[in-house]
């Protein structure tokens, strides 16, 4: 197998190259997944082309100038996130639970003139948040007879002195890693043995993408409305992985059991601007265009790990060890790709309404500036381009009015793998491995106010690598393990019109 596909296998899991840079930073704060109000998340945030939702703000501003009246607008969610791994034949589940708010947003609507319909009949301003991305999970990956070890990793990088504070150099301390005086080559007591262990790995993470908004709606005769928006990126995310090996079937002369920790913090703000237009040609539709720039993030990581071990000598005695690297941090910048949407939308006698989103980015062009140590990111830009490409999201939603004030909801999002189906002459075991969510909602409105009710579920799959493989035929090979994510979210909005 190609060593190329084996690293990318890595590519959400493993903060294993000391917390440094790279595709896979690139691909997890360019990717969106868009939460906001329970009446968007409800239609499948196919809100380009209807506007009079904030959410719909984030996608194209110039839903501002639908808004008739001002509203203040909170919603609250409670998740629940459960995820299948399947490795070496034995299968585990986790389920994480988290409460949190996904929006706040507060409309001034304000008319140019008192019942004026023609020219410029009202200008809105919007402020506040939507969701555009919840990163906690909590997953376990386990099996039994395992063919290689991480150790073959460590083992190799000594070999070729590739030595590292944050890996090889934990290794040695917590006496894992031996050295042949004779071959002059450093081994390990897994790989002695013919391998035969157990694994395992967990992985804990949170955090948020938040986007903080403060936009403009012009309407023009209630035909034409273009508005701009300026958005503010509070990005936060935190990794904590577990990876466990350990002789069940007694088999290793020495070793008991060990562990390798990782702790990833990255956190910082970023910026864009979003420009949208929607024309009327009739009251019975929308067609709306949006360019969003890309978001200029400045970034902070903060990494270190740390290793444990059990081992009992040949004179009986055991002994445990435990070493932690050095802490290092690290400043860059990030540059998402741009966004273009084009929406369009029916409303339907009064009593419903379809609406569709198509997204357009290429992740191929995300690229890393500006290392705090002077990186210009070359080699991982490259990276990048080979390993990603464009793609187009898709949103679809529908509300049908049963009563004045009753309305109920549905939607659909599909957001394409962002993984070309070769990179560096291999196929990519995560490529054609879709991100699909289904919703349904409901709304009700009575005088100034309105409560809806949002229910999202999202499922996708992930092949990956528990560690680093070895780029060399020295060592085994390891297999990936299966991840099916299932994500379930209630999303609740309570809003006030005056």
């Avoid at 555009?132 to 460590?154: K, P, Q, T, V, W």
């Avoid at 420009?275 to 903060?302: C, M, Q």
């Avoid at 941090?329 to 540059?335: G, P, Q, R, T, W």
Wanted: proline fraction near 3%.
């Amino acid at each position: 197998m190609n060593k190329h596909l084996l690293i990318i296998g890595l590519f959400i899991l493993l903060p294993f190259w000391g917390g440094a840079q790279d595709f896979v930073d690139a691909l997890r704060y360019s990717s969106v997944k868009l939460e906001g109000t329970a009446r968007s998340g409800g239609m499948g945030n196919a809100f380009g082309a209807l506007g009079g939702d904030f959410t719909g703000v984030g996608i194209n501003p110039a839903g501002l100038g639908l808004f008739l009246s001002s509203e203040v607008v909170l919603s609250p969610t409670f998740g629940i996130n459960k995820v299948n791994s399947s490795y070496l034949g034995y299968s585990m589940q986790e389920t994480d639970y988290k409460l949190g708010m996904s929006n706040f947003s507060y409309v001034a609507a304000i008319p140019s003139k008192k019942n004026n319909t023609s020219g410029l009949v009202g200008i809105n301003v919007g402020m506040g948040y939507n969701r555009l991305r919840d990163f906690n999970s909590f997953s376990i990956a386990e099996g039994h007879n395992a063919g290689s070890s991480f150790m073959d990793y460590i083992a190799e990088n000594a070999n070729h002195n590739d030595w590292s504070e944050f890996y090889e150099d934990l290794a040695s301390q917590a006496d894992l890693l031996q050295y042949d005086t004779q071959l002059k080559e450093y081994w390990h007591d897994i790989q002695d043995a013919g391998y035969g262990h157990s694994q395992r790995k967990s992985f804990n993470r949170s955090g948020t993408l938040d986007e903080y908004t403060l936009g403009l709606g012009l309407n023009f005769n209630h035909r034409l409305y273009l508005g701009a928006s300026l958005g503010i990126i509070d990005l936060y995310y935190k990794e904590k992985t577990t990876l466990t090996e350990w002789d069940k079937n007694n088999n290793i002369p020495f070793l008991n059991d060990y562990e390798f920790n990782t702790s990833l913090k990255t956190y910082g703000t970023g910026y864009n601007f979003k420009l949208g237009i929607i024309f009327k040609p009739v009251n019975e539709v929308r067609l709306g265009a949006s360019l969003a720039t890309p978001t200029f993030y400045s970034l902070h990581d903060a990494f270190e790990t740390s290793m444990g071990s059990s081992i009992t000598y040949e004179n009986k005695e055991t002994k445990t060890f435990s070493v932690t690297s050095p802490f290092m941090e690290y400043d860059y910048d990030l540059v998402t790709p741009f966004k273009a949407t084009l929406s369009g939308a029916v409303v339907l006698a009064k009593k419903g309404l379809i609406s569709a989103d198509l997204e357009f980015l290429d992740y191929s062009i995300a690229k890393l500036r500006n290392g705090g140590d002077g990186e210009n990111f070359i080699d991982q830009n490259k990276d990048i381009s080979d390993i990603f490409k464009p793609v187009t999201n898709f949103r679809l939603g529908g509300e049908y009015r049963v009563t004045e004030p009753l309305s109920l909801r549905a939607g659909y999002e599909l957001y394409p793998s962002a993984f070309n189906q070769t990179a560096f002459g291999a196929d990519q075991p995560n490529a054609g491995l879709n991100y699909a969510v289904y919703t349904a909602g409901l709304g009700y409105r009575v005088n100034g106010f309105f409560f809806d009710i949002a229910y999202r579920h999202a499922q996708s799959d992930e092949y990956n690598l528990l560690y680093p493989a070895p780029l060399t035929n020295d060592y085994p090979e390891p297999l990936m393990a299966q991840f099916t994510n299932s994500f379930n979210k209630i999303l609740i909005t309570f809003g006030f019109r005056f």
